[in-house]
């Protein structure tokens, strides 16, 4: 069953969300705002997307929180040693590290561990 799962985590892994992808940055920057700032609004991160929604000039992700709430706890422990901002992948920010560790954190774990859940003992 481990050699499943770390056959599942390395293949899930060895993909990278697109920095740029809308969906990605919002949810990304919303966890950010969270565990940086204490704030649920994406003010710092809204040029980056636009999956987007404003009220009176504040900028929401207009996406379902989970996946944020899910990266939270690896969002916080990170942001404590190298914190991120709304810089651009090419302004030499760490956004792009940020991203794969909130991979790594959400998708690729919980899916190796449904993956190792679904083998046959």
């Known amino acids: 069953m481990l050699l499943v799962f770390a056959l ?39 040029h980056l997307t ?28 990170f942001t404590a040693i190298m914190p991120v901002d709304g810089g651009t992948p090419d302004e030499g920010s760490r956004w792009p590290i940020f991203l794969y560790l909130l991979t790594l954190t959400t998708s690729v774990i919980w899916s190796a561990f449904a993956g190792m859940a679904l083998a046959p003992s």
């Open 8 to 46: 599942l985590a390395v293949t899930y892994g060895y993909f990278l969300q697109n920095e740029y992808s809308y969906n990605v940055v919002c949810r990304a920057g919303l966890t950010a705002n969270i565990v940086q700032h204490g704030r649920v609004d994406i003010d710092d991160y809204e």
């Open 50 to 77: 636009e999956d987007k929604s404003v009220r009176n000039g504040v900028f929401y992700c207009d996406k379902a929180p989970g996946m944020s709430f899910l990266a939270a706890p690896a969002a916080f422990l």
